[in-house]
T-cell receptor
Framework: KAGVTQTPRYLIKTRGQQVTLSCSPISGHRSVSWYQQTPGQGLQFLFEYFSETQRNKGNFPGRFSGRQFSNSRSEMNVSTLELGDSALYLC?????????????FGSGTQLSVL | SQQGEEDPQALSIQEGENATMNCSYKTSINNLQWYRQNSGRGLVHLILIRSNEREKHSGRLRVTLDTSKKSSSLLITASRAADTASYFCATDGTGGFKTIFGAGTRLFVKA
């Protein structure tokens, strides 16, 4: 069974641009969560989607948005990029949105904003 | 905001020694999980312990949970160079968040 797939693996953008990251969960998983990882802030929760509905959202500005499709694939979008958005963006999937489930992570998208 | 905080931030040991990492959290939890991350990659789930459990084992891993102190520890016995990674504790979050991660402990095992 294929794992969680994130594309692209690396991305370089300039300030003010927008970016879309993609995540394909493990087949059958309906929950997708997104995290931002930086050396200074650690892993910060962005949002979670379950069956195409956003269930939870972290403390990030409205420039960060996401969606989930009927096949459970998810995208996150960051508009008007800032230097501080440079980070490793990780996607994780699980069968349900219950918190006693383990998360399966993708390898992440490394975003660099110049 | 982060729910869990790991201690120490970094740990360097020799192969064969035991490694102990601690995690403290702020609010009541239903369960606590430990994950490992190799440099620049995704996290891998290691073990989950529920709030009504005190200790759990998985291979060379031993996890304890003390809900009265709001703390957990992860013990890796007979460490190997391949155990070099960052280790994170994660709890079911507050305020509607799903799973909240701590800042992690960076473990370096010298061969």
């Amino acid at each position: 069974k294929a794992g969680v797939t994130q594309t692209p693996r690396y991305l370089i953008k300039t300030r003010g641009q927008q970016v879309t990251l993609s995540c394909s969960p493990i087949s059958g998983h309906r929950s997708v969560s997104w995290y931002q990882q930086t050396p200074g802030q650690g892993l910060q929760f962005l949002f979670e989607y379950f069956s195409e509905t956003q269930r939870n959202k972290g403390n990030f500005p409205g420039r960060f948005s996401g969606r989930q499709f009927s096949n459970s694939r998810s995208e996150m979008n960051v508009s008007t990029l800032e230097l501080g958005d440079s980070a490793l963006y990780l996607c994780a999937s699980s069968w349900t949105d219950l918190t006693n489930e383990k998360l399966f992570f993708g390898s992440g998208t490394q975003l660099s904003v110049l | 905001s982060q729910q869990g905080e790991e201690d120490p931030q970094a740990l360097s040991i020799q192969e064969g020694e035991n490694a102990t990492m601690n995690c403290s959290y702020k609010t009541s939890i239903n369960n606590l999980q430990w994950y490992r991350q190799n440099s620049g990659r995704g996290l891998v789930h290691l073990i989950l312990i529920r709030s009504n459990e005190r200790e759990k084992h998985s291979g060379r891993l031993r996890v304890t949970l003390d809900t009265s102190k709001k703390s957990s520890s992860l013990l890796i016995t007979a460490s190997r160079a391949a155990d070099t990674a960052s280790y994170f504790c994660a709890t079911d979050g507050t305020g509607g968040f799903k799973t909240i991660f701590g800042a992690g402990t960076r473990l370096f095992v010298k061969a």
